[in-house]
């Protein structure tokens, strides 16, 4: 990861270009394409979703099942800075008996790039959909990316030249997206989202501006994690099985989507919140007790 650090407070702005191009993105906030979801540049908002109440997820049969599992905040605890996050070997090796359970069906689903999911959980390595979809490693080992790096170029100089001037934000360039973590720094969140959508806005490529858990994205619109889950169910040892997909964030949305139409499991993670998952885990806690009882599901009726 490449992360670039901020040598000032927040909010001094960076430069004169950066307060115009935010002050044009607060002019522009009542045009029609500010309000429409679908305009390129625009942050596409959700339908109220089903998640409703306490339901909690059922146990259901290993060898019908392929997993889908989201990292920080479902497996893992979010940090306060990606790289302070750890696997434990606990965990590393419930993935891995999970994974021979599963005969291999199980993928990581991660807004993480793949060369950072691999280096996290060493010496695993796992079928994975990084950044949000927009790269995929299927069982085959084979991976699959699109050429974002190059959609991104022009918003690469204003962001890490804005992150100087803003004492505890963190650009993280994933090359297939570029994330301005504001936890350290949640005042600055406002003027942040104002610059991103003015960069957006002033692109000709077709950018999305993802929100998750105090942290604001720009990734292209091509793919997300309900086309990474579609893909891996079209390919072995995934197709014919029954998706699970567990997720804790907004960036999730898109795969609970996913699942829920191929007659899956969608389970989101955390407080109860309007959601398209059906079922709700209250923490990664539960989410770890929840894989260990699949895990030890009766196979063919008798215990194990």
């Known amino acids: 990861m490449e992360w670039a650090r901020s040598l000032c407070r927040c909010p ?18 009542t045009s ?17 979703g089903t998640n409703r109440d306490e339901k909690s997820p059922p146990i259901t049969t290993p ?28 965990m590393l090796a419930l993935l891995e008996r999970l994974a021979a359970r599963a005969g291999g069906a199980l993928a990581l689903i991660s807004g993480r790039s793949i060369a950072n999911l691999d280096a996290l959980f060493a ?14 490693r299927g069982a085959d080992a084979v991976i699959h990316r699109g050429d974002a790096a190059s959609l991104l170029e022009p918003l690469r100089l204003p962001l890490d030249a804005f992150v100087r001037g803003h004492e505890g934000l963190l650009l993280e360039d994933k090359g297939q997206s570029l994330a301005l973590h504001f936890r350290n720094a949640p005042s600055c969140e406002p003027v942040a989202e104002k610059l991103l959508r003015a960069l ?20 292209p619109g091509s793919a997300d994690k309900g086309t990474a889950i579609g893909d891996f169910m079209q390919e072995p040892p995934f197709a014919g099985r029954r998706p699970v997909f567990i997720g804790d964030d907004v960036t999730d949305e898109d795969g609970f989507v996913a699942v829920n139409a191929l007659g899956g499991l969608s389970i989101r993670v955390g ?17 770890y007790a929840w894989l260990r009882a699949w895990l030890d599901h009766p196979r063919d009726g008798k215990a194990r």
Do not use: W
């Open 200 to 219: 957006i806005a002033a692109n000709p490529s077709s950018l999305e501006l993802k929100r998750g858990k105090m942290v604001l994205e720009v990734t």
């Open 63 to 90: 060898q019908r099942d392929a997993l889908f599992l989201d990292v920080d905040g479902t497996l893992l605890r979010i940090a306060s800075h990606p790289d302070a996050v750890q696997v434990s070997p606990d």
């Open 123 to 136: 010496p695993l390595r796992l079928p994975c959909a990084g950044v949000h979809g927009l790269e995929r």
């Open 271 to 287: 407080p109860l919140t309007e959601s398209a998952a059906v079922y709700r885990l209250a923490d990664e806690a539960a989410v």
């Open 32 to 48: 029609p394409a500010a309000n429409n979801p679908s305009a390129p540049g625009v942050e596409r908002t959700r339908a109220p």
């Open 12 to 29: 001094k702005l960076a430069s004169g270009a950066l307060v115009s191009l935010i002050s044009d993105a607060d002019s522009n906030a």
